[in-house]
């Protein structure tokens, strides 16, 4: 009897998310995020550098015969709901893959919108009650400032001096950003845009949407110990439980990962 | 409650039948339309890299035609299994030698490229890590990497050299890998549409 309601139920579960509208979605995963990742805090281990792809918001789009544009933005309306449960994580650095070197070559069109796009949410993000003051977290854009134009590279130095104080968490957006580039500069200027990881933190946790598996000139250097984690998921459907499955594939086999840099490490010293 | 048993079975046959069909579809191998030409192999600290499989590998990717492959591991291959390699008629490069054009299209034999953690990521400590990045890469990119380790890590290969590199994971008892799993994982690197950032 038991095993047959247990049965219904995760049945009826699984229809609901299934079927459930995104503004139902949205309220379940807030609710998994608020109930579930303060507990998983303490029973977990939460890596203190994640980094996103955020891949597939065209698909996405395509796929609900919506416009283009429609499939960023909800990618960035679901950068919001992965920061909200990232906050209760107690994640001390996260950076997203918002727009490549090699997304230059998109149409016009698109382009501008994203441009525009960045612009609006990097003033968004500072105003009342938002990103930036719910979760105290400092914003940082990185990658090829001199490839940008000047609207989003004047809202990406405001955003970055009026959150410099921040501290509880770093968001790096990486905005017209290319890992060679940055390994090109590393090798220039001894410097890179995001701060590699060190072995006495766990190693990084790198995660991809869409089901595509590969770094895409990604944060290659600063992960090259990273526990990797593809998920077949588009980004604007990206919620608590997709979060929660990674992390959970991250505390079963990161150890290695982080034997291979200890041990990396130690042969230099 | 015979209706709700009658129920639950109506909604686990069709997800059934889809799994055999799946299943027997895969028994059948397609063809691989778009080979790479350079593999590269990764094995945790902890895998098994005994001579005879990395032979076997190189015998199954040359049964492909492909021609370059990448062998890393962080204590760098031993002498023993670099032997065998060179025995087997391939020819053996260091990180730091150039694989010309003209030798790598020599599908005679598979160039296997030896890789250690002298190569790879270097963590800084006592010196600039720019030191180590190569200002030219000497051998081009790997298009598949396949890695045999407990975490889905790189584990420390080159990293500047795997921007559009499909990666595929396996556990590190290479005794279960064999021809079938790496016509796979050749097949996954085949179906990959690689969009560039357009």
């Known amino acids: ?269 | 409650m015979n209706e709700l048993i009658t129920i639950i079975v109506a909604l686990l046959v069709p997800v059934v039948v889809v799994a055999v069909i799946k299943i027997m579809g895969n028994g059948k191998q397609r063809e691989i339309k778009r080979l790479p030409s350079h593999v590269g192999i990764v094995f945790e600290d902890g895998a098994e890299m005994k001579s005879a499989f990395v032979s076997e590998v190189i015998k199954w990717v040359r049964q492909h035609g492909v021609s370059v492959l990448s062998v890393y591991h962080s204590r760098g291959l031993s002498e023993e299994v670099v032997a065998s390699i060179a025995a087997s008629g391939n020819q053996v490069f260091k990180a730091s030698e150039e694989v010309s054009a003209a030798v790598a299209n020599d599908t005679n034999k598979v160039k296997v490229i030896v890789l250690s953690h002298r190569d790879g990521r270097v963590i800084p400590s006592s010196f600039e890590p720019c030191d180590r990045l190569p200002a030219l890469k000497p051998f081009s990119d790997p298009e598949l990497l396949i890695i045999f380790g407990n975490s889905k890590s790189i584990y420390g290969y080159p990293p500047w050299y795997l921007s559009l590199t499909e990666l595929r994971f396996h556990s590190p008892t290479v005794s279960s890998y064999s021809p079938a799993a790496l016509h796979a994982d050749l097949l996954h690197y085949s179906d990959t549409k690689v969009l560039k950032g357009v």
């Open chain 1, 1 to 269: 009897m038991i095993l047959w309601i247990t049965t219904l139920v995760v049945a009826s579960a699984l229809l609901l998310l299934r079927f459930a509208s995104d503004r139902v979605l949205d309220a379940i995963s807030a609710w998994v995020a608020w109930a579930l990742m303060p507990i998983l805090k303490r029973v977990l281990v939460v890596p203190n550098r994640m980094y996103f792809v955020m891949d597939g918001n065209r698909r996405w789009a395509k796929g609900r015969n919506l416009q283009t544009q429609v499939g960023h933005l909800e990618g960035y309306n679901c950068l919001k709901r992965l920061l909200e449960a990232i906050s209760l994580l107690e994640v001390e650095e996260v950076t997203v893959y918002a727009f490549s070197v090699s997304n230059f070559q998109r149409t016009a069109t698109e382009k501008t919108y994203l441009m525009d796009l960045a612009c609006d949410k990097l003033k968004e993000m500072l105003t009342r009650n938002d990103i930036v003051e719910k979760h105290d977290v400092r914003v940082r854009l990185v990658g090829e400032h001199d490839m940008l134009p000047k609207h989003v590279i004047d809202a990406a130095n405001n955003a970055e001096k009026e959150t410099s104080k921040r501290t509880k968490c770093t968001l790096n957006i990486a905005f017209a950003y290319s890992s060679q580039l940055e390994m090109q500069n590393l090798r220039k200027k001894g410097s890179l845009y995001v701060s590699e990881p060190t072995p006495s933190s766990p190693p990084p946790l790198f995660i991809r949407t869409s089901g595509e598996s590969r770094f895409s000139d990604y944060l290659m250097y600063q992960s090259a110990f990273a526990h990797i984690c593809f998920q077949s998921v588009l980004w604007p459907d990206y919620r608590a439980w997709h979060l929660l499955a990674a992390l959970l594939d991250y505390n079963l086999y990161y150890k290695s990962a982080a034997a291979a840099m200890q041990k990396c490490f130690d042969k230099q010293n």
